[in-house]
């Protein structure tokens, strides 16, 4: 008898085995019913609480019925987008970063919505909806929501060693070495080699413009002449130790922010949210101001992170999907959604000044226009040019960025910046694009 | 071990025939093709879950993608044969070469730290005045159930300086503060995750064997003067060599293939290249670079080079441990 159930067991285990693999290979979804009733859509998303905004959508549309997927958000987003696209089961809509469109569009994941979304570009500022069409007349995405950089500070720190809030990049570097000498042990901020987002984005606001396009050739510029002046300052600061070296985002990171240890962060509008979990006991006690300019007078920012809302190629109803992503990202109602729900700063300028906006994050509570003094930074938002291997890139950074943080000297960061240029054009090439020498 | 006469097997024989189907030719054919009918689930398992992917990556590293114009849209990439070119740049690669050149060093602490402590934790529980025996193997087995993105999380705070108790308390105390995270030092703290882990099942293996042993063995010996000593570097590590070789195999496996632990430990540090252990430059190859053909090629190649070490070291060891039998 044993041997009969055995064998029965690895019967069923083989018939059990065989079978999710062949469910797994032929999912197809019942797409042949998609004519009769409403039009049945989803969306891969990673903000919080999208499936609350979408509600909203699905109690007032009965023909359109969006379906929220929550998502791992980043760089593992895009692959899974990618590899989705390559079996052509992509859903029919996608939340993604703006670095992040030109290599969906490059891998066929995004469809081009000109047509669907005519109109809708008033609602954003230039800079902002460029991202999104990478200059052309092509439109692969709508913004949903945007990072203009900012300066956060510790007001009672400041005031307590007489240090003033710089307004240009000058005044920073002279900030940051009066705290040095007055409490050695303290540093301004650090310069963080494993994030790239924010080395891209203050190197926008210098007027850096990282991948460029002339007929069917791309030119990379990583080093050019505005990244260098920013990869120097940067660089001259880690080398003399007015700033600290180590990576943001780290247990140390958030314990030298709780406790003082670092007086600043050069950050995004979102970074109220990051300082109640990186620094629980500072409630209160930020400030924020508009990011430092490199010369007097000037009035430029750049962007870190921020995404946007795509149709798939996949789509069966690209105009149903379209007309969800515009209401999603342009309508009042469902950006004071998206804000209250999803905690987003949305790129639609027109909410950036609205009610739900009103009132200031608590760890700016002594800043009561908060929101109305991001608005104005946000106007300012320089355009940024992104390419296909953004990620290669960005990977190369905090490789070469890193070791140069470790070396301390601004002859590293020159090299690093060398090196980043260097891997992104050889990807480029290997891959097969044609790029500019 | 006595054979039985051969009239036995044939009696055997004779008194299963009349349970035996009629035609005896159908019988023996079903008979035949049985052994194949019970391995058919396995084979196809094997087929479906093993063999099939490792074709596909073994294609995919002979293609590669085309790109036509900017690369934006619809058929802007097609996938061309590209015959041994991805093969040919994932082993002039220098980031793969100095991947493993860093695996092959962190190899070097890791498996003779590991395979030593684990032997020694097993001769220690099986000697003869040991307490609390259970215990102790269960308390060094225990870190092996703890997942290795959760140890290299454990790890990372305890080495990074501004969390770390032992830095507190060695500042209190006046010493230097080693970074633990950087340069050679990391080498060590990536061994130390990596040891503190895998001491335990090792030890498990080896200890095993050693229970194996027949007790005669160690009488004859004590009777013949042996100290505890004497018996273990003697007797027991002659007679469980055989373990040593397989756990031996285990971790050269399990450092080539070391991905978890410095993965982990990237973001706390500048210290960790985002392609820092051969996998690591796979993944980084496949997932952010997007270009999963040339992947497949440092893939393969890595699977060629761990076939090769393991059969390498399997022919020596086989050829040491035959030559001390003969002996």
Not at chain 2, 302 to 322: D, E, M, P
Request: hydrophobic letters at 45%; charged letters at 15%; aromatic letters at 10%.
């Amino acid at each position: 008898m044993p041997q009969i159930t055995r064998r029965s067991l690895a019967a069923a285990t083989a018939v059990l085995l065989g079978a999710t693999a062949l469910t797994a290979c032929g999912s197809s979804d019942g797409e042949a019913g998609a004519d009769s009733g409403p039009v049945k859509l989803t969306y891969w998303a990673w903000a919080p609480g999208m499936d609350k905004v979408a509600a909203l959508w699905n109690a007032e549309h009965p023909d359109i019925q969006i379906t929220v997927q929550k998502q791992a958000s980043g760089d593992d987003l895009v692959t899974k987008i990618i590899t989705a696209a390559k079996a052509h089961k992509g859903p029919d809509l996608v939340q993604a970063e703006y670095q992040a469109l030109p290599t969906l569009v490059s891998n066929d994941a995004l469809a081009d919505i000109s047509d669907e979304v005519q109109g809708a570009e008033k609602h954003f500022a230039p800079g902002v909806w460029q991202q999104t069409t990478f200059g052309g007349d092509a439109v692969y995405a709508l913004p949903q929501d945007s990072g203009p950089l900012m300066f956060f500070y510790r007001k009672d720190l400041f005031e307590q060693y007489g240090l003033t809030v710089p307004t240009t990049w000058d005044q920073f570097a002279e900030t940051a070495r009066a705290l040095k000498k007055k409490a050695p042990k303290k540093a301004l901020t650090t310069f963080s080699a494993n994030d790239a987002g924010l080395f891209a984005g203050l190197s926008q606001q210098a007027g850096a413009k990282w991948w460029t396009f002339e007929g069917d050739t791309w030119k990379v510029g990583v080093d050019d002449a505005a990244t260098k002046k920013v990869t120097d300052f940067w660089g001259g600061l880690v080398a003399e130790g007015a700033v600290d070296n180590q990576p943001m985002y780290t247990p140390a990171w958030n314990n030298a922010l709780n406790t003082g240890e670092q007086l600043a962060w050069v950050s995004a509008v979102w970074a109220p949210g990051v300082l109640t979990t990186a620094a629980p006991d500072t409630k209160g006690k930020w400030a924020m101001a508009p990011l430092p300019q490199w010369s007097a007078g000037e009035n430029a920012t750049g962007s870190w992170g921020g995404s946007s809302t795509a149709v798939t190629t996949d789509s069966k109803h690209k105009a149903a999907a379209a007309q969800f992503a515009t209401w999603l990202n342009t309508d009042p109602e469902a950006l004071a959604a998206l804000v209250k729900e999803s905690g987003i700063y949305p790129a639609a300028t027109a909410a950036q000044t609205s009610g739900a906006l009103a009132k200031a994050p608590g760890y700016f509570a002594g800043q009561p226009d908060f929101y109305t003094e991001a608005a104005e930074i946000a106007k300012t938002t320089a355009p940024a040019a992104w390419g296909p291997n953004v990620n290669v890139a960005y990977t190369a950074f905090k490789d070469e960025f890193g070791k140069a943080a470790k070396a301390k000297t601004a002859a590293a960061f020159g090299e690093a910046l060398a090196a980043v240029q260097d891997t992104t054009v050889n990807d480029l090439t290997k891959q097969g694009f044609e790029v500019a020498k | 071990m006595t054979q039985p006469p051969k009239g036995a097997r044939r009696a055997y024989g004779a008194r299963t025939a009349p349970y035996a189907h009629p035609s005896p030719t159908t019988a023996l054919e079903r008979a035949r093709s049985a052994p194949y009918f019970f391995l058919l689930p396995a084979a196809v398992l094997f087929l479906l879950f093993f063999a099939l992917p490792i074709g596909y990556a073994v294609w995919l590293s002979f293609h590669k993608v085309e790109i036509k114009g900017l690369g934006l849209g619809k058929g802007a990439k097609s996938e061309v044969w590209a015959g041994l070119e991805n093969y040919a740049s994932a082993l002039t690669d220098s980031e793969f070469l100095a991947s493993s050149l860093r695996v092959l060093g962190y190899g070097a602490i890791v498996v003779p730290v590991m395979l030593g402590l684990a032997l020694l934790f097993a001769l220690l529980l099986d000697s003869q005045r040991v307490r609390g025996r259970s215990f102790a193997r269960l308390a060094i087995f225990l870190p092996y159930a703890v997942p290795g993105v959760i140890a290299a999380v454990l790890w990372g705070f305890l080495y990074l300086p501004d969390v770390s108790p032992f830095h507190h308390l060695l500042e209190k105390a006046g010493l230097p503060q080693p970074d633990l995270m950087d340069g050679g030092p990391l080498y060590l703290a990536m061994s130390n995750i990596a040891v503190w882990g895998g001491t335990g099942f090792n030890m498990i293996v080896i200890y095993t064997a050693l229970r194996a042993l027949p007790a005669e063995v160690y009488e004859a010996a004590k009777l013949d003067g042996c100290s505890e000593l004497q018996i273990a570097l003697r007797i027991k590590i002659p007679m469980v060599v055989p373990s040593l070789v397989l756990t031996f195999f285990f971790s050269i496996i399990a450092t080539l293939q070391v991905f978890n632990e410095p993965m982990t430990l990237k973001p706390l540090t500048n210290g960790i290249p985002s392609t820092w252990s051969p996998l690591m430059k796979v993944y980084n190859d496949a997932f952010t670079g997007g270009n999963i053909h040339a992947a497949s090629a440092t893939a393969v190649v890595l699977a060629l080079a761990t076939f090769a070490l393991s059969f390498a070291l399997l022919r020596i060891s086989n050829r040491r441990t035959t030559q001390g039998a003969s002996r």
